[in-house]
Every structure is written in C-alpha cells, then in structure tokens.
C-alpha cells in the first residue's frame, strides 16, 4: 500500500515527528559507508547525462530529461535510460511518445545495450544515487514549491543525500515561477562552481478547459504543482482529490471519482501522468493536461549541456 507524503517533511523548521525519525537517517549512512568502496565505472564509448533529484518525488526529473533529449536528439543518437520500476508505466509511457528508452532494473546493463546498438548520448532519468556509474554531467533537480522540504534525509526528512551534496554536481534545475533567492545563496555557498537554471510549466491547449468546473484529482510527488497551475489559467477546480505519487488507480477508485464527479456535475481532469494510470475502460470523460518545460535563457543552458557532449 502507498501512502501520502508526510506533511512534516516540508516545514520548513523541524518538528517533533523529524527528530524522533532522526537517529534512522543513521541506517542510510551505513549503506553509504559501504557504497564508498564501489568505483563508479566510465564508459567512454558514450556521452552520459544524469537528470536526478536529492528531495524525494516531484521535482520535474522527467520533463527536463525529455527536454534535453529533445534539444540533442537531431544532432547525436540519443537515448533515455530510466530504471525498471512497475510503478513508474507512466513516465514510461510519456518519455516513449517522442524518445527511444531502455528500461532495465540495471542501468548499467541498460548503458550497456545502449553502447551496442550505438547510441551516442544515454540521458538517465534519475540515477545520482547511484555508485556504479560515472556520468559525464550530473544535474539536480528541485521544485520550487518544495526546494528542500526540511533538509533533513530520509526517514526524518525527504533527502536521499545531504544538502552538502550538492558539491559533487555540476548543475541545479529548479522548477517553478517563485525562485527563493536565499535557497539560491544557500546553494552558491555549498558549491560556489555550480550552474543553476530555472525553467516553468506551461500548459498547452488549455482554452478549452475554462468552459467547465472540475473534480480534480493527481497521484504525483508534487500534488500541489498541479494545482498551481490550473489557478494561473484560470481553470475552475472545485474538487481536488489527491493520491500517492505514481499511484495504480482500482477499479473502486476510478467508480468513486466518477460518481462524486456526476453527483456534483463536474467534469473530470487529470495529468498525463495519472491518465496513463488510468485502465482504458474507464478513461472516457476523463479530461487531462499537456504541460510543457519552458527553459529560462534556453540558449544559455543548451551551451551548457553541449559543453559536455
């Protein structure tokens, strides 16, 4: 069973459930004790880029690995490789519609199918945290909304990795419209070397959705992102259901949203991502969003990805 979020890991001082959770962040630093004796492996055969995250779940890995694969893809063979978790059909399926992906519970066995069918460029879709390979660029990526939640690690906080950690990566990606200058100070101080760019949603085609009033509901990292940016369009959302990230919608859930929604005569909007979700027999009436990853000083930050290429 999947549960929500703690909402203590985003407060932004600490509370009593992150210090009593805390002596078991020791249990992580164990694991990464033993971790320190793995040499990660180069492979020079390709160029590699890594898209992860420190804070756990919505931070916008996807679209930004989508995004890059985008900009590259005409001028270099290019792949994504993302790790085999059943969970994650979804991004699956999103990264499938326009990119060619591997899928493997290695990702060193997936970059290895890749070298030989001669691809140039492997893009990862999460993978920092993993010691086994070297990449050629390592980017961390972060929501605005959220940033660092607390900045405690896991379990007492939603850190994979200290904030300190931020010295070995090469870029910051931040996601949202509302950038924390003293988050970004903050940064600047672990790692004085590092590039940090912002980029923000946008929705496509998004018109058509002013006409009605909405039941909403989202199983993503970041529930409150999609309710932002059904506000900046105006989309009227009147009801807002909200399930676990990468969240497998049952039959008996799927026939609750669906009588709520008649009940209150709504219609009914999802995301992309929780409509791949959806078992195609009850997909009719079910409305969801385009969003898009605008890049802020896109040519800037498209430099700065060649330099490593």
């Known amino acids: 069973m999947k549960l929500l979020k703690p909402k203590f890991w985003d407060k932004k001082r600490l509370t009593f459930l992150s210090i009593i959770l805390y002596p078991l962040t020791y249990i992580l630093d164990l694991r990464n004790l033993v971790t320190i004796f793995i040499k990660p492996k180069k492979y ?12 756990l779940g919505g931070t916008g890995k996807t679209p930004l690995t989508d995004c890059i694969a985008k900009i590259f893809r005409q001028k270099l063979k290019t792949v994504i490789i993302k790790k085999g978790y059943p969970a994650h059909v979804d991004e699956m399926r999103l990264l499938k519609k326009n990119n060619q992906v591997l899928f493997n519970k290695s990702r060193e066995k997936s970059l290895q199918d890749a070298i030989a069918k001669k691809f140039e460029l492997a893009i ?15 980017i961390v990526c ?13 379990p007492s906080g939603p850190l994979r990795e200290k904030l300190n950690s931020l010295k070995k990566y090469d870029a910051v990606f931040i996601n949202g419209t509302k ?25 496509s085609k998004y018109n058509k959705f002013k006409k009605n009033d909405y039941l909403t509901f989202s199983g993503i990292g970041n529930p409150n992102s999609f309710k932002n940016i059904l506000k900046k369009y105006y989309i009227k959302n009147n009801l807002n259901l909200i399930f676990p990230d990468h969240y497998n919608y049952s039959d008996l859930d799927l026939k609750k949203i669906r009588n709520i929604a008649k009940s209150k005569r709504l219609k009914i909007l999802t995301t992309e991502k929780d409509f791949y979700r959806i078992p195609v027999k009850f997909r009719k009436n079910i409305n969801f969003i385009k969003i ?18």
């Open 179 to 203: 950038i924390n200058k003293k988050f970004l100070k903050k940064i600047r101080n672990i790692n004085p070397n590092i590039s940090i760019f912002i980029g923000e949603y946008v929705l």
């Open 292 to 309: 898009e990853l605008k890049i802020k000083k896109f040519q800037k930050f498209k430099q700065f990805i060649s330099k490593y290429l």
């Open 142 to 154: 972060f929501s605005s909304l959220l940033l660092a939640g607390n900045e405690m690690r896991l």
């Open 124 to 138: 990862f879709d999460d993978g920092l945290q993993d010691k086994k390979l070297e990449y050629d660029l390592k």
């Open 44 to 55: 020079s055969e390709i160029k590699t880029i890594c898209v992860g995250n420190i804070y």
